[in-house]
């Protein structure tokens, strides 16, 4: 067999998926586009044709959420059942959606505290078989759901032999903000808070839902010269959280001021 590997989109190509995509609505193509510009973390993604697709996908049929952590979430969702429905593909599946969620949210969170992108499929396999008993699943069908995640929906692939890895950071990124929610542990984000490869995460987690208690607890640490714990918590109000303590928005935003 001869490999290809499946570049990413540059910006033009991105500009004529969509230009093609939506040929007979030109006016739609050209609102996407711009509202792809306009938001450089979605049109990061927009770079993978499949994620590409799904995002057209999403658009044409209920257009973009405002808030980015929905649109990751609709992106799931479509991977993991309207993606085969589109196609007109059917498939017969051993295990139900929400137990691949939250075996995904398990794998991604794990590997996401190591600091791994890419992991090896031995190591995969044994946080697999330690997480499937909390489902009622048997651990000895660790390499079929396994298989199953990978071929059908593609969410988590070999990326080379022997190693895998999320078909896209930002969706292990959204998996991980997920079982943080889960879990509530936010003591976990204060700590990293001001590392760069948790920035992403803490975005997401503001935008899931109500982040006064994330908020709370990152504006408690002792911030840098830079305030950069504060800088975080502006980015995060950008997210378009939900805030029970509406006053903490304010003080965000007076303190960044001052």
Excluded at 6 to 17: A, C, K, N
Excluded at 149 to 160: C, F, P, R, V, Y
Excluded at 218 to 229: C, E, P, S, T, V
Aim: a neutral charge; hydrophobic letters at 40%.
């Amino acid at each position: 067999f001869s490999i290809f590997e499946v570049l990413e989109f540059t910006g033009d190509d991105i500009d004529t998926f969509i230009r093609k995509w939506f040929s007979a609505e030109d006016e739609k193509a050209k609102e996407l586009t711009r509202k792809l510009k306009k938001k450089p973390r979605l049109r990061a993604l927009a770079g993978n044709p499949l994620l590409l697709a799904l995002l057209c996908i999403i658009y044409d049929s209920r257009g973009l959420p405002e808030r980015r952590y929905s649109i990751y979430e609709q992106c799931v969702d479509v991977l993991l059942k309207e993606w085969d429905e589109e196609r007109r593909v059917v498939r017969v599946e051993e295990f139900s959606r929400e137990d691949k969620k939250q075996l995904l949210q398990e794998i991604a969170f794990h590997f996401f505290r190591d600091g791994s992108r890419y992991f090896r499929k031995d190591k995969l396999l044994i946080v697999i078989k330690k997480f499937l008993p909390v489902l009622n699943i048997s651990a000895q069908r660790s390499e079929e759901i396994l298989n199953e995640i990978s071929t059908q929906h593609g969410l988590i692939k070999e990326q080379a032999e022997g190693w895998f890895g999320f078909m896209h950071l930002t969706l292990q990124e959204y998996f991980a903000a997920n079982e943080i929610y889960d879990r509530r542990l936010y003591s976990d984000v204060a700590k990293n808070s001001l590392k760069p490869w948790w920035e992403e995460v803490i975005l997401l987690l503001a935008g899931k839902g109500d982040c006064t208690e994330l908020l709370k607890t990152m504006l408690k640490q002792q911030d840098d010269i830079f305030n950069r714990n504060l800088l975080l918590a502006g980015k995060c109000l950008a997210e378009k959280p939900t805030l029970r303590e509406v006053s903490l928005r304010e003080k965000v935003i007076k303190t960044l001021k001052d």
